[in-house]
């Protein structure tokens, strides 16, 4: 058996072989194999100024030796691994010159063993890493809930730069609740239960926000229009929402907007500001119309407008690169014959409305692939259902009427899944 001592804290034995790693000579890991980057000696220099840590790196590293350990004899990748930690152990524990993976496992070790240096730096090296923004190392330690170990506002202060982090702690003071970091905002659990607030971080950046009002909105908020710059998606909830803040409205830079409030009365026409929306979304129970505007919103791909609206302003016909439009819980009694503009259109939801029939203009969508309709009081179906080539779903109520279930039938044939009938 070989040993090497790091420190009074630290050391490594090979036995029968295989590389163990004991603290206070308590075993508590085996390194598992070496990670060999197929580079020359002329590359090694520039090799090293690429990458800012060992887990940016192992991107590219050589894994084979993973599934066969024998090509490197026991003593050599012993000696490979002293060496490794040695250098780790004389550089503070920096936990960019190790594997994330046994890096922030050991250093926990290490500080509850009673290593002081280990104990200072412990906290230190989970805010920088969290802060370095690359991605693999935030997931790793969020996943293993390094992040506990750090206070609340620690926390936000080392995964976003200064002003924004300064944004969502004051968005936490005015809403009454905290944020917590998400890999994307349609995560909605965690071990400790829903969050309502939530946010997610690129290069120590904001790209997604989740604000829920339990109370009433202030006049004065954050500046996000000028302060998020990078904000890409924005999610604006609560009963409390009675008008969408000019900040919201020129954060230019957004592509999915998502709105829901029983209060909210009005769209601003200004809504036309945001040009690069891919997925917009309004649901209030008292807004009665949506502004023409909305026309302008051309890389529009997904429209939800459930609101119980009678109309529909016309220029929705303009959103050519609509692909999902959602029109359900309104109360129309017809479909807009501005929506058969819509050619690219594949998802028509327009459940519980007060529609009495399917129009004959339906057959200009050619591209729709499913047709929702139930809670309707459908009394009249048309052929134009069965020249439509790429249907293939359709959600309905029990058809009634020998015309419309002869309609339904020959649908089928074509290849028309049809539920609820």
């Known amino acids: 058996m070989s040993e090497f001592k790091i420190n009074k804290f630290l050391s ?4 029968y072989g295989e590389t163990n790693i004991y603290i206070n000579e308590r075993k508590i890991d085996q390194c598992k194999y070496l990670l060999i980057d197929k580079v020359t000696l002329d590359e090694i220099p520039s090799f090293f100024e690429s990458f800012e840590s060992v887990d940016e790196a192992t991107v590219n590293a050589d894994h084979s030796l993973e599934n066969t350990p024998d090509l490197i004899p026991p003593e050599t990748e012993f000696w490979a691994h ?7 152990a004389e550089n503070n524990y920096d936990t960019r010159l190790l594997h994330m993976s046994i890096a922030f496992s050991l ?27 690359y991605p693999t190392v935030v997931d790793f330690l969020m996943l293993e809930h390094f992040e506990i170990h750090l206070s609340h506002e620690e926390l936000i202060t080392s995964v976003l730069v200064p002003e924004e982090a300064e944004v969502i702690i004051e968005l936490e003071e005015l809403t009454g609740n905290q944020f917590f970091q998400f890999s994307n905002l349609n995560e909605n659990y965690s071990e ?19 604000i829920h009002w339990g ?20 999610y604006y909830t609560g009963d409390k929402i009675k008008h969408l803040p000019e900040a919201m409205i020129n954060s230019v830079n957004l592509e999915v907007l998502w709105l829901e409030s029983n209060l909210l009365e009005k769209i601003p026409e200004s809504i036309s ?35 119980n609206l009678s109309t529909l302003p016309n220029s929705i016909g303009k959103l050519v690169n609509l692909e999902d439009l959602n029109l359900s819980y ?13 050619t690219n259109l594949k998802t028509l939801n327009i459940n519980h409305n007060n529609l009495t029939s399917i129009p004959k203009s339906i057959d200009k969508l050619e591209k729709l692939n499913t047709l929702i309709f139930s809670l309707n009081p459908i009394t009249k179906l048309l052929k134009s259902l069965i020249q439509m080539k790429k249907l293939k779903f359709i959600f309905t ?25």
């Open 273 to 307: 500001n945001l040009r690069l929306l891919k997925s917009l979304s309004i649901q209030s129970t008292v807004l009665r119309s949506i502004p023409e505007t909305i026309g302008k919103l051309l890389d529009l791909e997904n429209l939800f407008l459930r609101n």
């Open 330 to 342: 309104n109360k129309l009694s017809k479909i807009p014959e501005c929506i058969f503009n819509l």
């Open 397 to 421: 109520d029990k058809i009634k009427g020998e015309y419309n279930k002869a309609i339904m039938k020959t649908v089928r044939k074509n290849g028309v899944t049809v539920f609820g009938d």
């Open 192 to 210: 400790e239960g829903p969050f309502e607030q939530k946010f997610v971080v690129k290069n120590k950046h904001v790209t997604g926000l989740w």
């Open 82 to 88: 002293c060496s490794n930690l040695q250098v780790w």
């Open 107 to 133: 250093l926990k070790e290490l500080a509850e063993a009673g290593d002081v240096v280990a104990k200072r730096v412990f906290k230190e090296e989970i805010a920088k890493r969290l802060g370095s923004g």
């Open 215 to 234: 109370k009433e909105v202030p006049k004065d908020l954050p500046p996000l229009d000028t302060k998020l710059k990078m904000l890409k998606h924005l």
């Open 12 to 15: 490594l034995k090979l036995e």
